[in-house]
């Protein structure tokens, strides 16, 4: 009779347990891939010398997640996204010294970020998130020279050796997610995420970056594993 009893106490125990972490999932950890789309920026005026114009473009790339559930409802994590480089051109100078600069550019993006999720049916839910983000700035860049004497056409020559120019700064960061449940730990996960990043165009000169839009849109999808 007692073996009896404790046997029924361990399985009650074993079960609410088991219930406890079905119910309460501690984290998750999310990889997706997106598509980085940056606006064209205003570049400085006021100089001949100062690059246009400003730079702008769209590339793929991915995003890794983990984060802990504070409660069932609230979420504190960390993102990082690196997407591949948009290629910009830009000139500087004046009519017979005038200068091409090529670049290609990429954000590299580290987030922290709450969120906050509401049940939208049996197996999906919308989450809206706020963070501060890390952002840098990463350019390769060749220059060219124009060639020849006026009155003839502007070209220029070839263009130079490559050499990188990076930058660090800070940004914010607000999105939304759509999630749905395929599997009890795994989620489908679609979102957006817009940034504005304190981007920095007092500055001309041949190591820095001028021109690029102060607000990404990160739209993504992948998959989330909840443990």
Known sequence: MIRLALLLAVTTFAVDVSNGVAQDPKGYVAIGGLASITPTGEPPTGSVSFPGPGLGGTAAGFTVEAG???????????EASMPLRFDGEQFMGYFGNKEQLESAHRDILFSGVVREGVPVGANASVGLEIGATVVFED???????????PPAPITYGPLGPEFTIRRGTLGLLVGADYDIRVTHRVDFVTQLRAYWVNRDNSVVNDTTVVGLGSFILRPAMGIRFIF
């Open 139 to 149: 350019t390769v860049r060749q220059t060219a020279r124009e060639i020849g004497v």
């Open 68 to 78: 802990r559930f504070v409660s069932r409802g609230l979420i504190v994590g960390f």
